[in-house]
């Protein structure tokens, strides 16, 4: 159980354009889910806190207007980059929180998603 | 600051030898601590969890890890490496966000 999902796994696109990257919990609602980055041989920077139903929370140095989150149901939360740029191109984790008997979280992870671009 | 530190970056370890990964962690109270491994082209697993309780945690594929608050550390280990256990492993703590480590780089040789 607590399978997460993203999609696409790798996406190429050019300067300039917006990409749209999904990330779903497939057998649990997340109220919670995560945005991280992550660079090669480096660890994961968490980038904003996406809650279902209301703004996402985003850490410091992270532009909001440039990393769109919606977290539109219990299941889905995307993330929107816009106006990539190459120094966009990065490696995209999601997670999604499970809460167990209201007294722990546990974070589940998505397969990541490879973005390029040109 | 609260944080976890990973000493070592990469580590190379013969099949069947014995394994061990630090992690140190900087936090006023007792946090809660995980161990996460990537492998290449796949999303982050957990591997096990530090709560509270028992110091000494069982995880999956035959890990576990020590708690050990005189120290401020919770190192994995694995008595009997695997050539599939290659992978990245990153500590972690929190609750409800979680901050990582720099991450361990295992190599296995034959």
């Known amino acids: 159980g607590a399978v997460v999902s993203q999609h696409p796994s790798w996406v190429i696109c050019k300067s300039g354009t917006s990409v749209k990257i999904e990330c779903r919990s497939l057998?649990?609602?997340?109220?919670?889910m995560f945005w991280y980055r992550q660079f090669p041989k480096q660890s994961l920077m968490l980038m904003a806190t996406?809650?279902?139903?209301?703004?996402?929370?985003?850490e410091q140095g992270v532009e909001k207007d440039k990393f769109l989150i919606n977290h539109a149901s219990l299941t889905l939360s995307t993330l929107t980059v816009t106006s990539a740029h190459p120094e966009d191109s990065s490696f995209y984790i999601c997670?999604?929180?499970?809460?167990?008997?209201?007294?722990?979280?546990?974070?589940?992870f998505g397969p990541g998603t490879r973005l390029t671009v040109t | 600051a609260q944080s976890v530190t990973q000493p070592d970056i990469h580590i190379t370890v013969s099949e069947g030898a014995s394994l061990e990964l630090r992690c140190n962690y900087s936090?006023?109270?007792?946090?809660?601590l995980f161990w996460y491994v990537q492998s290449p082209g796949q999303g982050l697993q957990l591997l096990l969890k530090?709560?509270?309780?028992?110091?000494l945690v069982q995880g999956i594929k035959g890990f576990e890890a020590e708690f050990k608050r005189s120290q401020s550390s919770f190192n994995l280990r694995k008595p009997s490496v695997h050539w599939s256990d290659a992978a990245e492993y990153f500590c972690?703590?929190?609750?409800?966000?979680?901050?990582f480590g720099a991450g361990t780089t295992v190599t296995v040789r034959a």
């Open positions: 997670s999604a929180n499970l809460i167990h008997r209201q007294t722990s979280y546990e974070q589940y």
């Open positions: 530090y709560f509270s309780g028992d110091t």
């Open positions: 057998d649990f609602q997340a109220t919670t």
């Open positions: 972690a703590f929190g609750d409800y966000k979680l901050s």
């Open positions: 996406s809650n279902e139903g209301s703004k996402a929370t985003y």
């Open positions: 936090y006023g109270a007792t946090p809660y």
